[in-house]
């Protein structure tokens, strides 16, 4: 059974040190770089669907986390307020009312919504060193989070278009959603008393399910503080369900925090706000791929995308040329010398890299390239300048697929099991 934890530590992706924390790991340079692929591909996602990025302090006072309801609500997974000249300043637990000063810190106007707001931003929950597990449950988190403000006619559409982003994230990653969830308030929590906004968040979200024709489960005793919201929920490799992805409907926060938009008719009205995350944290999200993959990632996630072998050290010069140019198309590309071993054995040590390509003399007096798939396919020898071509398009492309051969091309089931 493959658990992240073990293989994040034996492919150096992160650990973890007492020193530092419980709660707290630390990326490697291989798992920084699938992290860092991560974020700008989401990032792309954003600015093409009409996202603006913002950065927010990781630190507010008190008093916002008051005015947002989260002092009310969530201060049992906060950390205590920090004395600072006099005033108390608290570690975020959530982007949300940074953004909603955001949007307040300017006029609005009906024509300049929807307004998309996304952030790859920190926050910090107090979990309890039991509940504590590799990235899974985290102390520091790094966020996908975006809050769209709309008008209440542009709200289903814009719910929609989320989970539409959402759906697309998981093919280009290769995971699937275990199921949808309807997270609804159940008794006895901490929920904000807005009977009739509940009303209408829930039935906004349940026809938006049924209109897309995606099957869901009502759960209560899920829902967000403020308001009701669809969870995207995976499973990891031991059966344990959670969820990755998010969009929440708030009528609430808008009205604490007096937002307004000036509209058609030049009078004030009360815009909507959607929380929405495509990935989740960031740290939950590579959790979910270590085990989705066992470390054999979609090749634009690999840490190395590219090793080259060359059979001897006449060949090296080869290699060292073409890393160079598969650099300058952007592409993660290694020299796995003969100093290292027997090509058998540097092919092995190479099993979990998406291409190999094999250097003998013919290759590199043709200028060619004898590629190897990670799923075992052999190719024909390549002119080089092909070769590169076609594994920076399907980088570039987000594709789980590992080759193109018939530009149809095989299907994700091309990762390695």
């Not at 507010?60 to 600072?84: C, I, N, Q, T």
């Not at 073409?322 to 300058?328: I, Q, S, T, V």
Request: net charge neutral; charged share 25%; proline share 6%.
């Amino acid at each position: 059974m493959r658990d992240h934890r073990e293989l994040g530590r034996e492919l150096d992706l992160f650990d973890t040190d007492s020193l530092i924390g419980a709660g707290l790991p630390y990326w490697l340079p291989d798992g920084a770089v699938v992290r860092h692929a991560l974020e700008e591909y989401v990032r792309t996602a954003e600015r093409r669907a009409g996202y603006q990025h913002v950065y927010s302090p990781v630190l507010g006072k008190r008093e916002l986390y008051e005015l947002s309801g989260h002092w009310a609500h969530y201060r049992d997974d906060m950390f205590p307020a920090m004395d600072v000249g006099g005033e108390q300043f608290v570690l975020r637990p959530s982007l949300c009312p940074h953004h909603a000063v955001i949007y307040r810190s300017r006029p609005r106007s009906y024509r300049q919504l929807p307004l998309r707001m996304a952030e790859l931003g920190g926050m910090y929950r107090a979990e309890l060193s039991g509940v504590l597990g590799g990235l899974t449950r985290v102390r520091a988190i790094q966020l996908n989070d975006a809050h769209v403000f709309c008008t209440p006619e542009q709200l289903a559409d814009e719910v929609r278009a989320a989970l539409a982003m959402i759906r697309r994230a998981y093919d280009a990653l290769g995971i699937s959603p275990a199921r949808y969830r309807l997270s609804l308030p159940g008794p006895g929590g901490k929920y904000v008393a807005a009977p009739e906004l509940w009303r209408r968040s829930t039935a906004l979200l349940t026809e938006v399910l049924e209109h897309a024709g995606l099957p869901y489960e009502a759960a209560e005793g899920e829902a967000a503080f403020y308001g009701p919201k669809i969870d995207v929920q995976v499973t990891d490799a031991a059966g344990r369900e959670s969820t990755l992805s998010t969009v929440q409907v708030d009528f609430h926060q808008p009205e604490r925090f007096d937002l307004r938009y000036i509209g058609a008719d030049g009078a004030k009205h009360r815009p909507v706000m959607i929380h929405r995350s495509v990935i989740g944290s960031v740290e939950r999200a590579v959790a979910q791929l270590i085990e989705e993959h066992g470390g054999a990632f979609p090749a634009w996630l690999a840490p190395t995308q590219l090793v080259l072998l060359p059979v001897t050290e006449a060949e090296s010069p080869y290699a060292e040329s073409l890393a160079r140019d598969g650099r300058a198309r952007g592409l993660r590309v290694e020299v796995a010398e003969p100093g290292r071993g027997s090509l058998g054995a540097r092919i092995r040590q190479a099993r979990l890299v998406p291409y190999q390509g094999v250097l003998g003399a013919r290759e590199a007096a043709d200028a060619q390239v004898s590629a190897r798939l990670r799923d075992g396919r052999r190719l024909p020898p390549l002119p080089a300048a092909e070769a590169l071509a076609r594994i920076q398009a399907l980088v570039d492309a987000h594709s789980t697929r590992l080759w193109d051969d018939d530009r149809a091309g095989p299907t994700a089931t091309d990762r390695e099991e």
